[in-house]
């Protein structure tokens, strides 16, 4: 099974993600938490990602996408896998839907996170106090917000046309949005 969880930074894909991949038992990746590991051992791939992320750009399509490949090959992702943060342009998007029909396999759905823009900036900028990520701040938000209308929000329309788009209300607690996403797999899973 192949989840992807889609929405703009804040939405709650990270959360819900975790939540939603342990109750399917099935593994979670987040190229966001991929990489921020990368930058703080300092890899290669790490001091590459690092000036991208902390202008709140997207990291190339070919580095992230060698990154999914070796997922997708690894012995966790055997079951299925829950993507967070992935596929982020459509190319990136199309090259799943190849990697993933050579396997005799496709996206079964994609649950995209819907939550209003001013709550977006509210959230980064409390995690912001919170967490200290590089990239929470106001001028990284609004980057990372433009990026994503720019370049994430067309996935939309491009799994809509496979079908398999999900939409969930992102407002409300933890709770309250997970039990909607269990909803929403609830026939697949
Ligand atoms: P996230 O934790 O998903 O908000 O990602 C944090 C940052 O990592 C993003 O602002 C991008 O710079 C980079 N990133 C994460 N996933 C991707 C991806 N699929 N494609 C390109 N850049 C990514």
Do not use: W
């Not at 399917?24 to 290669?44: C, D, F």
């Not at 055997?78 to 839907?97: I, N």
């Amino acid at each position: 099974m192949y989840l992807m969880i889609l929405g703009a930074p804040g939405s709650g894909k990270g959360t819900q993600g975790t939540l939603i991949a342990e109750h399917l038992g099935i593994a979670e990746v987040s190229t966001g938490a991929l990489l921020r590991a990368a930058v703080k051992q300092g890899t290669p791939l790490g001091l590459e990602a690092k000036r991208f992320m902390d202008q709140g750009l997207l990291v190339p399509d070919q580095v992230i996408l060698s990154l999914i490949r070796g997922i997708l090959d690894s012995k966790e992702a055997a079951r299925g896998v829950l993507m967070d943060g992935f596929p982020r342009t459509v190319p990136q998007a199309t090259a799943v839907d190849q990697i993933l029909k050579d396997r005799k396999a496709q996206v079964d759905m994609v649950l995209l996170l819907e939550v209003a823009e001013d709550e977006l900036v509210t959230r980064l900028l409390a995690r912001a106090a919170k967490e200290g990520r590089s990239d929470d701040n106001l001028e990284s938000i609004k980057q990372r917000l433009k990026v994503y209308h720019d370049q994430t929000a067309p996935l939309v329309a491009y799994y809509d046309q496979q079908g398999v788009v999900s939409r969930i209300p992102g407002m409300g607690n933890v709770d309250e949005i997970q039990a909607r996403v269990r909803d929403a797999v609830g026939g697949k899973a």
